[in-house]
Each structure stands twice: as structure tokens, then as C-alpha cells.
């Protein structure tokens, strides 16, 4: 009998402001899933598929302070337990509870639970860029300021386009450029089904900003992807939105927090509020 090829999980020591630079060079030596431990010491986790040998450690001395700490390979049957490794449920902003399907139950009083499920795509709340937007969100429909229609660029699991529906945002699309994408926002509706009574929080689709389903103008942008990325797509994002209209971005190390402002700005989004976690930070703009 032929043995099944193996997953390999590696876990790292990520410094925060590491961590962007190395998810690209991880996916790109064909990494499937990432995400960092939410809990001290806060481990940072890379799975690479079956028949993936995975890249050469060697490559990692070109990121400051990461090290490899454990490579280790494992048989599909531990997958799942593997995944769940290390991520548990996590608390967000006011009035979120995000947990994973294997912890699905009532969520504390005064919260509403938001079921994920760790390592379909990226947006399961695990990720601090993940939870300053959905704060930032909060306080938009605290204020009365969260309107329709909305637009979720780089959507993941559309888990930001689901917490916008929660707070009572309407004609929400979500869209990602990988194909995984597409099946993830799909079981993630379902997973949600019961904070949902019966209706679709949000469209969505596998595509580039340009697609035809993409048609503004939108109350509000979300942009919770790599800086670079936001800025390549700052000017068609300017022409899907009018003055006083929106733009959540986040994917942004607040090191480069001023490089931001002068990026937004130059395309006529003007900076409201800054929001920040470890060494990340989300902005609220404004389109001028």
C-alpha cells in the first residue's frame, strides 16, 4: 500500500514588522495557509501541501530576526487536528466573538459569534489587520455612518463584508483573486447561517477589481491587503467612489503609517482615524 505524501508545518519567530516581507516569499515557495499563534509566545505557522518539499530554510536568513523553530510533517489524517493547533476563540472590538467551527456554541452575552474556519483562506480574525478593520467598522455604525452599498477588495473568507452585514450595512460584494477564495466565502455564509436568519449577507466572486460585477460608486471600500497592493489600486478605487464616500485600508505596518497618508492623499482620499494593533494599523479616509 502506497503511503499518502505528507503536509509539512513549519513554526517560525516572526518579529511583527518581519511578517509582510515573509508572507510574500512564503507564498510564493507555495505556502497554502499562514497565520500567527494569538496567544504568547505568539508562534507564527506555515503549511505547505503534500508534495511540496517546501522552500530551503536557508532563504529565511533574508528576514531579520525570523528563525525557523520546528519543520515537521505529518499525514493527512492529522490535519485537521494540526490546523487547529494553537487557535482558539478571540474576542473583537464591542460585540464580536470569533470562533472556530470546533468551538461553535452561544457566544458571551452582549456579543454576536462569527464561526470561522481556520485555514480555508485568510480573514479568520486571527490576524490583527483582520480585527482593526472590524473595529473600525464598529464605530462607523456606531456613529450611523455605516451605508451601502459596500465593496470588500481581497475579501478572504468575506469575513469583513459578513461584519459589516451585522452591524446593518446592505448590498455588500466581496471578491478575491484566488480561486480558494471563491468556496471559502461560500461555507463561511454557511458556517454564519444562524447569526443570519435566512439571508445572504453579501455577493461574491473570484475576479480583479476590474471585473463586471465590480460597479461603483460604493459608500465604503475595504482594503485589509498589503500596502503595495492598495497603492497599484488607489486610482481605480478613487474613480468606484464619490466625495464623502469611504475607504477602510489595513495590511499596513505602522512603520510606513506616513507613506500611507502621502498614498491616500495623493489620490483624494484624506485620513480620519487611525487605529492600531501590535505593529499594525488600519485607516479610516475619506474621499475628498
Sequence with gaps: MTEAPAHLRWRLSVPPEGEEALEGWLLEAGASAM????????????????????????????????????AEAFADEDWLAKSREGFGAIEVGKGFHIQPLWEAGPA???????VVNPGLAFGTG????????????????????????????GAGTGILALTAFLLGARDITAFDNDPDC????????????????????????????????????????LANI????????????ADLTEPGQRLIASGILGE??????????AHGFKPLEVLREGAWIAILAERA
Design 182 to 221: 471563491g468556496p471559502a466565502m461560500t461555507e463561511f455564509i454557511a458556517l454564519n447561517a444562524g447569526s443570519l436568519d435566512g439571508h445572504t449577507p453579501f455577493q461574491h466572486f473570484v475576479g480583479l477589481l476590474d471585473h463586471p460585477k465590480v460597479k461603483g460608486p460604493y459608500a465604503l471600500l
Design 226 to 237: 498589503l500596502l503595495e497592493t492598495i497603492q497599484e489600486l488607489l486610482p481605480a478605487m
Design 108 to 114: 458571551p452575552a452582549g456579543r454576536t459569534p462569527i
Design 35 to 70: 497565520y500567527r499563534d494569538a496567544d504568547p509566545p505568539h508562534a507564527y505557522y506555515a503549511y505547505f501541501p503534500p508534495g511540496l518539499e517546501g522552500p530551503d530554510p536557508r532563504g529565511l536568513a533574508a528576514f531579520p530576526g525570523v528563525a525557523l523553530l520546528e
Design 256 to 265: 510606513r503609517e506616513d507613506e500611507a497618508f502621502v498614498s491616500l492623499a
Design 126 to 153: 486571527g490576524h490583527e489587520t483582520t480585527r482593526l478593520c472590524m473595529e473600525l467598522l464598529e464605530r462607523l455604525a456606531e456613529r450611523g455612518e455605516l451605508r451601502g452599498p459596500v465593496l470588500d477588495i
